[in-house]
C-alpha cells in the first residue's frame, strides 16, 4: 500500500540552530512531493515541490532550503533558524486523488 | 498565479443543520478542486474531489459543486454532527506545474450539539 511518513513530529529549536526534516513514501515511484507550513490559525503555504530526483522547485523566498536526494526522499532543512520558522510543516505526496499530507512536523523556533 | 479566496473564515450551526463553505478561483485552466478536513493538531485528510468535466459530486452527507464560468465551487455538509467540527479548505490545481494546489484559507466550523 501507498504511505507517506515524516519525521519528527514535534521539534523545539533555538534561533540559530540547523533544521532537518523528513519525508518519505512508500508504494509508489516517481512521486510529486510538497513541502507546505502551515502557520497558527491559517492556511497553508507551499513551500517547495519536487517531480524528481534533484528537481526542487522553490515558492518563496526564505532561508529555508529542500532536497530530494533518493526517488522517494523529500527534506527541508535550514543552516540557521529565525523565529519566524516557527509553524507546522507538512510533506505531501500528489497523486490523481489530490494529495495525502504526512502526520506533520510541528517546529517551534525559541 | 492561482488564487483561491475562501468564505467564510468562521462557520458556527446547531447540530442537524446544513453547512455551506464557498470558494472562488481565478486560474480558468484549473481543473481539479479539492476539500480538505482537518481536526485540530492533524494533518489535513481529502474528504471530497470534483474535476472541471463535472458539475456536481454528492458522498454520504457531503457535496460538492463546480460553476466553471463563474469559477467558483461549495461543500455542502447536511444533517452537521459535532464531529464535523474542524477547519475546512478548498484548494485548486491543474495538471501543469507538477499539479501544485493553492489552498483557500480555511474556514473552520464548529457544530453545536
Known amino acids: 500500500s501507498q504511505t507517506i511518513h515524516q519525521w519528527p513530529a514535534t521539534l523545539v529549536q533555538p534561533v540559530g540552530s540547523p533544521l532537518s526534516l523528513e519525508c518519505t513514501v512508500e508504494?509508489?515511484?516517481?512521486?510529486?512531493l510538497y513541502w507546505y507550513r502551515q502557520a497558527a490559525g491559517r492556511g497553508l503555504q507551499l513551500l517547495f515541490y519536487?517531480?524528481?530526483?534533484?528537481?526542487i522547485s522553490s515558492e518563496v523566498p526564505q532561508n529555508l532550503s529542500a532536497s530530494r536526494p533518493q526517488d522517494r526522499q523529500f527534506i527541508l532543512s535550514s543552516k540557521k533558524l529565525l523565529l519566524s520558522d516557527s509553524g507546522f510543516y507538512l510533506c505531501a505526496w500528489g497523486h490523481n486523488y489530490g494529495y495525502t499530507f504526512g502526520s506533520g512536523t510541528r517546529l517551534t523556533v525559541v | 498565479g492561482e488564487n483561491v479566496e475562501q468564505h467564510p473564515s468562521t462557520l458556527s450551526v446547531q447540530e442537524g443543520d446544513s453547512a455551506v463553505i464557498k470558494c472562488t478561483y481565478s486560474d480558468s485552466a484549473s481543473n481539479y478542486f479539492p476539500w480538505y478536513k482537518q481536526e485540530l493538531g492533524k494533518r489535513p485528510q481529502l474528504i471530497i474531489d470534483?474535476?472541471?468535466?463535472?458539475g456536481e459530486k454528492k458522498d454520504q452527507r457531503i457535496a460538492v459543486t463546480l460553476n466553471k464560468t463563474a469559477k467558483h465551487f461549495s461543500l455542502h455538509i447536511t444533517e452537521t454532527q459535532p464531529e464535523d467540527s474542524a477547519v475546512y479548505f478548498c484548494a485548486a490545481s491543474t495538471n501543469t506545474n507538477a499539479g501544485k494546489s493553492t489552498f483557500g484559507d480555511g474556514t473552520t466550523l464548529t457544530v453545536k450539539p
Open positions: 508504494g509508489t515511484s516517481n512521486p510529486n
Open positions: 470534483i474535476r472541471s468535466n463535472v
Open positions: 519536487s517531480i524528481g530526483i534533484g528537481q
